[in-house]
């Protein structure tokens, strides 16, 4: 059982927006603004999408942004595009003891 | 260009031990620090273990703590993951990642399968 929640599914039409919601607590994503998400493709590495609930890398398109409210991070894929079909993962900071979280991961589909 | 090549991934018995290997090049080792992510087969990310740039501090998850060591040589480049006491439970790919500020995880190798079985 992963220590932050995310839901198992997404999905959204080529040219749409999706939202995956990254539920915490006050000991993780609530307490920090330490929250990244990563895109893994199958077979490959995870990529770092989002850093510190909203930075994008360079590279990253700006269609992938990120926001925090409470003890909830969010990623929204805007302009839904097929190759960003993929498994997302959200991570938090969560203190010197547990160091770092992870949710379970959300199957993104484009449809 | 940032690269992390692992390597030292193989079969081993329960109760075996494994050392893993994290080459880095593309940047400036010593000044960053560095952490191991596993995944078992089709599962997700869980955060294995950390080390400070200077290997003066490390951090362990508690699933591994006592049995792993981290730890690296500056002057080498070289990130290492020393398991020892191995379940079966420590089946995984193991990713060797630079991070930036506390856990922007930048740059992943390519991973190293560990597979702990009789």
């Known amino acids: 059982q992963s220590a932050l929640t995310q839901p198992p599914s997404a999905s959204g039409s080529p040219g749409q927006s999706v939202t995956i919601s990254c539920t915490g607590t006050?000991?993780?994503?609530?307490?920090?603004?330490?929250v990244s998400w990563y895109q893994q493709h199958p077979g490959k590495a995870p990529k770092l999408m989002i850093y510190e609930v909203n930075k994008r890398p360079s590279g990253v398109p700006d269609r992938f942004s990120g926001s925090k409210s409470g003890n909830t991070a969010s990623l929204t894929v805007s302009g839904l595009q097929t190759e960003d079909e993929a498994d997302y993962y959200c991570s938090s900071y969560a203190g010197y003891n547990t160091e770092v979280v992870f949710g379970g991961g959300t199957k993104l589909t484009v449809l | 260009e940032v690269q992390l090549v692992e390597s030292g991934g193989g079969l081993v018995q329960p109760g075996g031990s494994l050392r893993l290997s994290c080459a880095a090049s593309g940047f400036t080792f010593s000044s960053y620090w560095m952490h191991w992510v596993r995944q078992a087969p089709g599962k997700g990310l869980v955060w294995v273990s950390r080390i400070k740039n200077d290997g003066s501090d490390t951090n362990y998850a508690d699933s591994v703590k006592g049995r792993f060591t981290i730890s690296r040589d500056n002057a080498k480049n070289t990130l290492y993951l020393q398991m020892s006491s191995l379940r079966a439970e420590d089946t995984a790919v193991y990713y060797c990642?630079?991070?930036?500020?506390?856990?922007?995880?930048?740059?992943w190798g390519q991973g190293t399968l560990v597979t702990v079985s009789s």
């Open positions: 990642i630079r991070v930036r500020g506390y856990n922007g995880f930048d740059s």
């Open positions: 006050s000991s993780d994503v609530g307490g920090y603004d330490y």
